[in-house]
T-cell receptor
């Protein structure tokens, strides 16, 4: 398996633009997580899915953020409109079972100007 | 809400030394604890996973222990090498699920 795949790896956009981040989890994993990492706050859980269903989105900072998982092999995290304070590295991770080992993707480095 | 603390924030050791990284957590009702490694500009790599029923896990030169009653985990690295230089993060899952991460310990192994 190629591991968790994320795209794009880098995204530079202007304030107010829509940003869509993509993730392909490891085949067979039933949990998918979106995290955000900044120097100030470290790693923060934004939302997680179980069998494509959102379970907990309490970490999503604002209504500007939304996430979907239309099938077991694809998820998106959308920010609209984007703001400079959204600049961070966004990671997608997946696991088999809630207590299983978690595997992270390489991340998307987002810069909002 | 689970809080995870890692001390020290940074550690520098000479090559060949054995070392211990510390992780503490506030909610002892965890279902697992994981140790990760993160290289600069990279994602996280899972190193060791300890389930709540276990006391330790070993992989090569790495050994992680878990003491739920005291809210502590340690990562022991034997015979450190320059290639071990990275940031090490611990994370615990507890409650309704919040895999909470510590801020990490940045390890530098000096040749």
């Amino acid at each position: 398996d190629a591991g968790v795949i994320q795209s794009p790896r880098h995204e530079v956009t202007e304030m107010g633009q829509e940003v869509t981040l993509r993730c392909k989890p490891i085949s067979g994993h039933d949990y998918l997580f979106w995290y955000r990492q900044t120097m100030m706050r470290g790693l923060e859980l934004l939302i997680y899915f179980n069998n494509n269903v959102p379970i907990d989105d309490s970490g999503m900072p604002e209504d500007r953020f939304s996430a979907k998982m239309p099938n077991a092999s694809f998820s998106t995290l959308k920010i609209q409109p984007s703001e400079p304070r959204d600049s961070a590295v966004y990671f997608c991770a997946s696991s088999l079972g809630l207590a299983g080992a978690m595997f992270f993707g390489p991340g998307t480095r987002l810069t909002v100007l | 809400k689970q809080e995870v603390t890692q001390i020290p924030a940074a550690l520098s050791v000479p090559e060949g030394e054995n070392l211990v990284l510390n992780c503490s957590f506030t909610d002892s009702a965890i279902y697992n604890l994981q140790w990760f490694r993160q290289d600069p500009g990279k994602g996280l790599t899972s190193l060791l996973l300890i389930q709540s029923s276990q006391r330790e896990q070993t992989s090569g030169r790495l050994n992680a222990s878990l003491d739920k009653s005291s809210g502590r985990s340690t990562l022991y690295i034997a015979a450190s090498q320059p290639g071990d230089s990275a940031t090490y993060l611990c994370a615990s899952g507890a409650g309704s699920y919040q895999l909470t991460f510590g801020k990490g310990t940045k390890l530098s192994v000096i040749p």
